[in-house]
């Protein structure tokens, strides 16, 4: 399982490099788009496959504990791997929240612009659109629940 962690983390540590490298290249043709494209595509596919492998192994160890485990306050590999999963609802609803607001707040400045007495209902559609965090946040106050 910790051979799987370090095959994430060199993939991560890998993107980073790849990035600051294309950003910091004095000849920009050194890395074509294609190219990057695909140490992108391939650095996403061992992240995605090494993730996987995670979350698997670290649901069978955690449903595989003891309760003297649980009992003694030690947190194991496949219990903290369970938390890391329980916080992923609350990430992904913000960015799609993120990628929501973005939109629907720009044409509600817009709208309010023009007719100010249109405040109260972009206020409606803004609070709609940041309802999708609040709902990830619930469902990971929901999972912690069964820990």
């Given amino acids: ?23 910091l290249s004095p000849d920009k043709r050194v890395a074509s ?4 494209r695909g140490w992108l595509l391939g650095n996403f596919g061992v ?3 090494a993730f996987l492998g995670l979350m698997v192994m670290g649901a069978q160890e955690v449903m595989a504990e003891t309760t003297a485990v649980a009992a003694r306050g030690e947190i ?6 369970a938390i890391l999963g329980i916080g992923l609802p609350t990430g992904l609803a913000a960015i799609g929240a993120a990628l929501a607001l973005g939109p629907v707040g720009s044409a509600a400045l817009a709208v309010v612009a023009e007719k100010p007495e249109m405040f109260g209902r972009t ?5 709609l659109a940041e309802g999708i965090a609040i709902y990830g946040l619930v469902m990971s106050i929901l999972l912690l629940g069964k820990i």
């Fill in 76 to 81: 194991s590999m496949g219990l903290g791997v």
């Fill in 123 to 127: 206020l409606i559609y803004l609070g």
């Fill in 33 to 36: 788009p294609k190219r990057a």
């Fill in 47 to 49: 992240f995605a496959l």
């Fill in 1 to 23: 399982m910790i051979f799987i962690a370090g095959i994430m983390t060199l993939s991560v540590v890998g993107l980073i490099a790849l990035g600051v490298y294309l950003e």
